[in-house]
DNA sequence: TTGACTTACGAAGGAGCGCTTCATTAGTAG
DNA sequence: CTACTAATGAAGCGCTCCTTCGTAAGTCAA
């Protein structure tokens, strides 16, 4: 509804271009009939179309297909690497980044360890030097990239400063997006790691094609993103999915019970100590079976919050925990079913630790996405 | 995104008609140049886009405004009156109707009692009447009615089943679209009571304008309604906003302590012990205040759920207690803040007890409004 | 009342975009 | 080598919108 809007005849035209680049973008490469016919164009205006496209930079040809009856027709193909996308995930041990195509096809990945309590001088260079990695690894240059998106933990508002970080000291009050507007002469993103798993899940991972998803991240710390109508839900104050912070829903101490267990050797390190819990839980250990069911309870509880509240079609278990997704997700479901009027759809993350990068291209596609084929925002958005 | 499509040249006129047709309903009666400006448009076309849209019926003429320089302008206004829409509000003891025109501006009203426990036939026959008297009361006939939207409480599914209604014993398991499609041959909506609220607060209510909203429905019953992104946001099986099955939120016993509060005179009938309570605590008996203390407490714990998960703008407090929302708001106020990460705004209802009707209405209007200006459905949505 | 000014109206001519049609071309199948 | 298939490219048409310009219908001031 909010974007209808009037026009002349190069409009068209241009609502017709952005038309065949979906068409190309979705199902690869077409012939110019196969394209006209999704478009509902004739041949010959579609044919003036792909001719000002490829003008442009943004579709090519492809050899014709053979073995084919009649004249061999011409194909074209939405060029994903006409420009460039950068998506990183800053952790509190690892910063990772990733350098797609518009298509969000993955071209390069970099890592990056840093201390979580490194001042901030360092963590701005280790992002550096992660996204430089990627463009050398793929031989792009700063030129060639558009976007630079960015997850990170913590609650950062609109305008892309840090509110609110417990695992990242410097973080804190830190104007993220003037920092890596400084850095990088590209459009900058910032989002929630949680809000970014969760899009990944829902573009290429197990919540595909879902429109309204839940996202649990399970781990050392909890968080929740969601995903309404196909896109991420931010809320007003960019603060949406922060359950963990309402004592009742009883998500906070959740992770207290998998460290806490005493089936966990004296001296394990803290971060270890939940795998081997859940580990130990796998393997028939009762006392660590009590603990993740202790563990599962209060889980449910803020999950069932979410759900009641939203009905989403899918829950998607994501974050450290998810790798055991076996022994947490039939309780899990057990406990929402006694809970939840209509039961959502669960499943386990299968993503693993590149969830967040992924999330960030598939966050930057879809941001892409919206300027290309939301007809308002300025004249024709074709570059070249 | 979804709705970009390419076509010829009437798309393109198709496409300017229906953006002259929003700002006219945005804009009231505008001039030839006004409009035309506003669309984007050279006088000389969108004056045949408006002669199109006379002859079809959509726009017509008003008297020039006098006293302007120059040679008087044409105005044009949008023909509200071009089709109509019914709501309806089955309530426990009233059905109400009411009439509007394509604006929603309400033209007739009418109300029916009804025994909580009327057998089906009853029910329904008390909904055909208080249609009909509608259509009376504004010498409208059942042909010139497009649509009919109806609010109800308890859950109903996606295709307008009741799957569940605790107030209603006749109720359960109807399928209230197919009976209603049977009694009026117009389109049919249906829509839980607490969503339609949220909607007559968004679109006309205390909460107009904004995007994300949360109805908190407080009476006897609780509920919740919420928008996001300007749209009842329903879920996947329609069973959105439920908060009050999770024990741990705390809604569902809430209204128990304003019903059972020491200070309402024994023989008072149970529907009137909460306005007696929260009227007492109003003038400043200790233990009306206490009880009011305590269901505000449990309150605030599903409605601080809400808020973290959604961070929505605004929090819309309706429902019958809202008439109390001089006791009730500023205690919720302080328990949120204590508890939430970001305050919404926080609001009382005003509209009263026509809320659910004027919601369906707008309802209503807002489903016209994309089948009109999502340019997708069928060719173009003109009628005669 | 008249003349200057303002603003809208209506008709004419032109440009851009998409459509249909048809002869031509480049393959496969027998 | 011929028949068949399917895409190509050019020509001509119609629709929608644009610009331009002379005309019409008001207000304002003398």
Redesign the pocket.
């Known amino acids: 509804m909010a974007d209808v809007r009037?026009?002349?005849?190069?409009?068209?035209?241009?609502?017709?271009?952005l038309t065949a680049i979906r068409a190309l973008r979705k199902a690869g490469p077409l012939?110019?009939?196969?394209l006209?016919e999704r478009a509902?164009?004739?041949?010959?205006?579609?044919?003036?179309?792909t001719d000002e496209l490829m003008r442009l930079g943004w579709v090519e040809e492809v050899p014709?297909s053979?073995?084919?009856?009649?004249?061999?027709?011409?194909?074209y193909r939405f060029r994903a690497d006409s420009g460039h996308l950068v998506g990183v995930d800053i952790g509190g041990h690892n910063i990772r980044a990733a350098l797609s195509d518009l298509d969000g096809e993955i071209l390069a990945e970099t890592r990056q360890p840093v201390r979580p309590d490194a001042p901030l001088e360092e963590r701005l260079a280790a992002i550096e030097r992660a996204v430089a990695g990627c463009l050398a690894l793929s031989r792009t240059t700063v030129a060639d990239v558009w976007m630079i998106s960015v997850g990170t933990i913590g609650v950062i508002d609109v305008a892309g400063r840090v509110i609110y970080s417990a695992a990242v000291p410097a973080w804190r009050d830190l104007d993220l997006a003037g920092e890596l507007r400084r850095m990088f002469p590209w459009q900058v993103l910032i989002e929630n790691d949680s809000r970014l798993a969760a899009m990944a899940e829902a573009r290429r991972g197990v919540a595909r094609g879902a429109r309204d998803v839940v996202f649990l991240h399970v781990g050392r710390r909890m968080g929740a993103g969601l995903i309404i109508g196909g896109k991420v839900h931010r809320g007003f104050g960019a603060a949406s999915g922060e359950i963990v912070m309402l004592p009742e829903a009883r998500w906070f101490n959740a992770p207290e019970h998998l460290h806490t267990c005493a089936s966990v050797p004296a001296g394990t390190p803290p971060e270890d100590a939940a795998g081997y819990t859940l580990a130990a839980a796998r393997n028939g250990d009762p006392v660590a079976i009590e603990a993740v069911e202790r563990y599962v309870e209060d889980l449910a509880v803020g999950t069932a919050a979410m759900v009641l509240i939203l009905d989403p079609q899918m829950v998607v278990l994501g974050g450290g925990f998810s790798r055991s997704a076996d022994v947490l997700l039939e309780p899990l479901r057990e406990r929402l079913e006694a809970r939840c009027m209509r039961m959502p759809e669960m499943r386990a993350s299968t993503l693993g630790d590149e969830c967040v990068v992924v999330g960030a291209i598939d966050y930057a596609v879809n941001h892409l996405d919206d300027q290309l084929f939301t007809t308002d925002n300025g004249p024709l958005p074709l570059t070249r």
């Not at 012939?31 to 196969?34: E, K």
């Open positions: 009037g026009g002349d005849l190069s409009r068209l035209r241009q609502l017709n271009s012939t110019l009939s196969a006209a509902g164009l004739s041949r010959p205006s579609m044919k003036e179309v014709p053979q073995g084919t009856m009649g004249r061999p027709a011409r194909r």
